[in-house]
């Protein structure tokens, strides 16, 4: 094979070269292999029902509506009657909708119930654990341990309420958990309750599929990047920013001086603006696989930013991604003046 004018020839030289020759033919078929293997899916779609938590807006709402559309029985879970009535509007008659609060273990029992008389003798195919929050973010001294429940009762504890009085359903149909974490369960990038809940939501998802995988239930986890939606969203994040600041006392302040929270929040407006990504079905795409495919895998990396550069990121001693934060973050005051 001839290189043509201009171009890198990189294959000619990796062929013309038997170890390089080797380890690409190993890559080409494990490539392979694993397409066709992620191409295998199951059928009988109109007889599953899938639970999903968190579906007023973001990745949750956009899932409901596309399993719908594929003829999946999608039970629908919101935290307001306005985001259920709007969803209901946009959804087939056969999409159900029930309002949960995922840190009232009394509200998933009676979702639970609910999901019980539609799935019957069937149990119930998909849960996908998809409720979640981010604030408060910042500075941890600048929080109290309520800060830090705040997310941690809706991301982990809730989800982990939900998974357990679910099980028993989800048995029964040798069904699927679908657990969305985020890149930011495997790297530390923001302070406060929603890097540890998201740590937390990895370790239980991995403890869940080890003890469910006797009993067919798979599990997946979704880790996606930086997307618009809701929790990412940097009005919400900046006004909870500015209260945080505004009850600080003065000696705390003076530590990181007057500027500090205007240039933080500066870097997170052009930031966010950079990095998050308007198209939420990237994620959608491996939940719906996670749901569908025969194999579903343990792990789904959802977005470029993440498959590409925070999970290579997360491999690399942590002082790498210390040093990528700091760079990008402003410093305090007290830091500059040493
Ligand atoms: C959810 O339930 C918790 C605990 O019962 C309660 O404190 C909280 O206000 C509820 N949240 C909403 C939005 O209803």
Redesign the pocket.
């Known amino acids: 094979m001839g290189s043509t004018e201009g171009g890198c020839g990189c294959l000619e030289v990796i062929l013309s070269h038997p170890t390089l020759s080797f380890i690409f033919l190993l890559t080409a078929v494990a490539a392979v292999r694993r397409y066709i293997r992620d191409s295998h899916k199951v059928d009988g779609f109109r007889d599953k029902h899938v639970f999903i938590t968190g579906c007023d807006t973001g990745f949750g709402n956009l899932l409901a509506r596309q399993l719908d559309g594929k003829g999946f029985q999608v039970i629908a879970a919101c935290?307001?009657e306005k985001g259920a009535t709007n969803l209901r509007a946009e959804t087939s008659p056969r999409l159900k909708t029930v309002l949960l609060?995922?840190?009232?273990s009394?509200?998933i029992r009676k979702a639970v119930e609910f999901v019980r008389g539609e799935v019957k003798e069937r149990g119930l195919w998909g849960l996908v654990n998809n409720a979640g929050r981010a604030t408060p973010i910042g500075p941890t001294d600048w929080m109290d341990l309520e800060d830090f429940t705040k997310v941690l009762?809706v991301n982990l504890i809730g989800l982990i309420d939900v998974t357990l009085q679910f099980i028993p359903l989800l048995k029964k149909a040798r069904g699927r958990v679908v657990n969305v974490a985020s890149i930011l369960g495997r790297l530390n990038l923001v302070g406060g309750g929603y890097c540890p809940s998201k740590w937390g939501v990895e370790a239980f998802s991995d403890s869940l599929r080890k003890d469910m995988s006797h009993f067919g239930v798979k599990v997946s986890i979704i880790e996606p990047g930086f997307f618009k939606t809701a929790v990412t969203s940097v009005d919400v994040i900046n006004a909870d920013m500015r209260r945080l600041w505004t009850r600080l006392p003065q000696n705390i302040k003076n530590s990181y001086g007057v500027t500090y929270l205007d240039d933080y929040m500066k870097v997170q407006d052009f930031s966010m603006g950079i990095l998050c990504s308007a198209d939420l079905s990237k994620v959608t795409r491996c939940m719906e696989h996670a749901l569908t495919a025969r194999f579903p895998r343990t792990r789904y990396g959802a977005g470029w930013d993440a498959k590409l550069f925070w999970i290579p990121l997360s491999y690399l001693p942590s002082f790498v991604a210390d040093f990528v934060v700091n760079t990008l973050l402003p410093s305090p005051q007290e830091a500059k003046n040493k």
């Open positions: 935290l307001t609060n995922v840190t009232d009394e509200s009762d």
